[in-house]
């Protein structure tokens, strides 16, 4: 099929991004073979992110991205046609024409967004002792406590959640000890402590329910084009672990819920993780292997994962090899660490006879980028140098005027504003301590009470058969025939009392088997 350039500068099949030499273009086909936008602060990464957001969005991609300064919001109103925008716009032989793209906000504090919430069980035991920063010990007991929960049936929503489930593994110790290893008391007290930290930082704003459902991130407007996601991070920032463990929480989420689509036309979603290096941070061995099998096979799943980063070398060399698109702004060599960083980003491009790359890296000017994405059969292509072609969206943040409009008219108003606090291993804890506690005024009642179903027909069997029958008291003609009948069909009563009791307990233990939680690659429950 023929490609048809629009008066954007996109083609059918194509993203225009910058021009050199000749045009740079990004193959919406391959566009879900992953990328990386690099370069020292202030050198034009967030208008290369929004510009190729623009074009993902044209083509009728949903997008998601991180905006940690708040600049990128103005892609959800029109350009300004500006004297620099005019002129590097002609110079490319582009007609600029202002454009706006349909944007929901969304934020974990829902302060200038729309809430975003996980429960506890989705997070899983990995991500949530990434983000609490657990040494293995402790990242131990937690999965004990995740255990615990998943085979009773104990749904995990909020923190008061997980509080309660520590509070009951620590209270059954030395019964959980030989099933699944040591359990201390002051091993779940310093989770408890890592807990209140979190809390402090916002985390109890995140877990809770209306949990969020990532289909609404993979919309498109009235016209086909793709829908802008943009996560507010400003205040998110401020707790690095829990902005990074965020966003590999909704990857993973990803990874896990989309099928297979092999290799679409174009991808199903562009994700954009900004500040990336925090993703990688001090990361333990086991999570690093875990993320770097994320993007790899998520590809086959229709998601383009997009690094955004200072350095090249912030992101390990398994996860780098597989970044195949490419956007390198430019790079200071003021230390040795910024000389070795020049000098491994160079050798990532494929290399163009034309130019020395790890030279033109420090000479790039604002809004200069070398490029180099895939073509053909998914080769890279030789490193060029090239300007950004403009945005047509605004530069720069919207007003919080704008910004209340773009809420009132978002598609899933009013879904996730309210929180909604079912009932969970809290309340169900809360019930069976009471439970437990219960006193019905004589000693053979509270025995009752306190064995729930057993206990009852304890007291019941022991009122027919005189064993807590009250001395002189006579048996009604109902419990004489319960007696006789008793007596001649004792194994039936047996197997009745085993069946009851097996109800019960089954209900708790026994049969939770079948309720088990399954958890997928990262941790987190595969299915809500």
Do not use: C
Request: proline content about 5%; aromatic content about 6%; charged content about 20%.
């Amino acid at each position: 099929m023929a490609t048809t350039e629009t008066k954007t500068g996109d083609s059918d099949d194509k993203i225009f991004v910058g021009k050199g030499e000749q045009p740079a273009w990004l193959t919406l086909g391959l566009a879900n073979r992953h990328g990386l936008v690099t370069g020292a602060t202030g050198t034009g990464k967030t208008v290369s992110l929004q510009v190729m957001a623009e074009g993902f969005a044209r083509a009728g991609v949903p997008v998601f991205a991180a905006d940690i300064k708040g600049d990128l919001s103005g892609i959800s109103e029109a350009g300004e046609a500006k004297d620099f925008i005019l002129k590097r716009a002609k110079e490319m032989e582009l007609v600029f024409q202002p454009d706006q793209f349909s944007t929901v906000f969304w934020d974990v504090f829902g302060e200038q967004g729309h809430p975003v919430r996980a429960t506890v069980s989705e997070m899983g035991p990995l991500l949530l002792a990434r983000m609490m920063d657990l040494n293995d010990v402790q990242e131990g007991v937690l999965n004990i406590a995740f255990k615990v929960a998943d085979e009773q049936g104990l749904l995990l929503l909020d923190m008061k959640d997980l509080r309660a489930i520590l509070s009951f593994i620590a209270e059954h110790a030395a019964d959980l000890t030989t099933q699944y290893g040591n359990v201390s008391k002051q091993t779940v007290g310093t989770i408890q402590r890592q807990l209140l930290v979190l809390e402090n930082q916002g985390a109890d704003k995140f877990f809770g329910e209306p949990a969020l459902s990532l289909k609404d991130f993979m919309r498109t407007d009235s016209d086909g084009r793709g829908m802008v996601n943009i996560l507010v991070a400003d205040k998110l920032m401020q707790s690095p672990q829990l902005y990074a463990t965020f966003l590999l929480w909704m990857l993973s989420e990803l990874f896990e819920e989309l099928p297979e689509a092999g290799d679409p036309p174009k991808p199903k979603l562009v994700f954009f993780f900004d500040e990336a290096h925090l993703l990688f941070n001090d990361a333990p061995k086991a999570l690093m292997d875990k993320i770097e099998q994320v993007v790899r096979l998520i590809r086959s799943k229709g998601v383009g994962v997009y690094f955004v980063t200072q350095n090249p070398i912030d992101v390990p060399d398994k996860v780098l090899a597989q970044l195949g698109n490419r956007v390198q702004h430019a790079l200071r060599a003021f230390t040795p660490r910024d000389q070795k960083a020049v000098a491994a980003a160079a050798q990532t491009f494929r290399p163009n006879p034309k130019l020395d790359t790890a030279k033109v890296i420090m000479e790039l000017g604002k809004g200069e980028a070398l490029v180099s994405f895939l073509e053909g059969n998914g080769t890279p292509a030789m490193v060029e140098r090239v300007m950004i072609r403009p945005p047509t969206g605004r530069i720069g943040p919207i007003t919080p005027d704008e910004r209340k409009a773009i809420m009132a008219n978002s598609p899933v108003k009013g879904k996730y504003d309210t929180t909604i606090d079912s009932e969970s291993a809290y309340e169900v804890l809360q019930k069976r301590v009471a439970g437990t506690a219960a006193s019905p005024g004589t000693a053979g009642g509270a025995a009752a009470g306190e064995g729930g179903v057993l206990g009852q027909l304890t007291n019941i069997v022991g009122m027919i058969f005189g064993t807590n029958r009250p001395r002189g008291q006579r048996l009604s003609t109902g419990q004489v025939i319960a007696r006789d009948l008793t007596r001649s069909v004792t194994n039936k009563v047996v197997g009745g009392v085993a069946a009851s009791l097996g109800k019960s307990v089954g209900g708790s233990l026994g049969s939770s088997i079948g309720r088990s939680i399954v958890r997928g690659t990262l941790g987190g429950v595969l299915r809500r």
